[in-house]
């Protein structure tokens, strides 16, 4: 039995198994799920720039956020445990992505620019502007793509962990700007 081949897709060497042998099966419940999750409820199929349509929705998701009715440290614990939900999820849905499509972090993974997108957030989020939202979604897409250090080690990390960790870093230093932005120009919130 040759296992080169998972839900259909041939997996690169380093993930076969020591046999060379297929799985021929269907993708199971627990695969669609890895892959709604992963692909953000299936925006990682779009043709173009998924990444980016990833990060759109991850706005809307603040939007949706910032609307709960919590206030001071609620609000944050509550994003923050948001966050660390979406995390874990992300991981385990991008480590089975990638035996599924078959190759290392691949494009339709929307799951990771979800949460990095939360996280730029994280400092504020109670209805944040426009304009606020648009520097955000800005910094952090440019910080996902220029990938400054240790966001470029953090992609090598193996399977799903790598996927998200590197952008909850390029969040994180989105996070900074937007934060300081917030506190020297409070109009922006």
Not at 38 to 62: D, R, W
Not at 95 to 115: A, L, W, Y
Not at 156 to 178: C, E, Q, W
């Amino acid at each position: 039995m040759d296992i080169s081949l998972v839900a259909g897709r041939r997996l690169p060497p380093t993930m076969r198994g020591i046999d060379n042998e297929t799985i021929t099966a269907r993708p199971n419940l627990t695969d669609k799920i890895a892959l709604l999750v992963a692909t953000g409820l299936g925006v990682g199929y779009c043709p173009v720039a998924p990444g980016t349509v990833g990060s759109f929705l991850g706005i809307i998701l603040i939007l949706l956020l910032s609307r709960i009715g919590l206030i001071g440290g609620q609000r944050l614990l509550f994003h923050l445990l948001v966050v660390t939900i979406i995390t874990w999820a992300g991981i385990w849905a991008a480590s089975r992505s990638e035996v599924i499509f078959g190759r290392k972090d691949p494009p339709q993974v929307v799951v990771d620019e979800i949460v990095g997108q939360l996280l730029t957030f994280g400092f504020i989020f109670k209805n944040p502007r426009f304009v606020l939202l648009l520097m955000g979604f800005a910094f952090f897409r440019l910080f996902d793509i220029v990938k400054p250090f240790p966001i470029r080690k953090l992609e090598k990390v193996p399977l799903g962990f790598g996927i998200v960790l590197d952008d909850l870093a390029a969040g994180f230093y989105a996070s900074l700007i937007i934060f300081v932005a917030h506190l020297y120009w409070p109009i922006l919130t």
